[in-house]
């Protein structure tokens, strides 16, 4: 454990899509000045921009929530962030037209 605070903390994975209702798990690892970095993933405080899309654990577990996009800050002092973009689950379906074969030629 370094004493003194990260001077960046990058947040990985760096950019996701998921479908709403999954599940995964970010990790924020701090850089320090002296060039050596360190896991800050169970220190660091998590935080969603907009908890209605995704919410995020105090061990970086990110859930699902809604369809839409959010960011995930990882803060330390510093902060890292991600964004993350969350579709439905199933695509809606929709009836565009329908084709009828009547067998002539006209």
Do not use: C, M
Not at 50 to 58: E, G, L
Request: charged share 10%; glycine share 12%.
């Amino acid at each position: 454990v370094n004493p003194l605070p990260p001077t960046s903390i990058t947040v990985t994975p760096q950019s996701i899509s998921l479908h709403q209702g999954t599940a995964l798990q970010l990790k924020a690892t701090g850089k320090y000045s002296d060039g050596s970095t360190i896991d800050l993933t169970n220190s660091v405080t998590w935080t969603s921009l907009d908890t209605s899309v995704a919410t995020v654990s105090a061990q970086g577990f990110l859930q699902t929530v809604g369809s839409g996009s959010t960011t995930i800050t990882a803060a330390d002092g510093v902060n890292g962030t991600v964004s993350v973009e969350v579709v439905s689950a199933t695509p809606a379906l929709t009836r565009t037209g329908v084709f009828v074969d009547t067998g002539g030629n006209g």
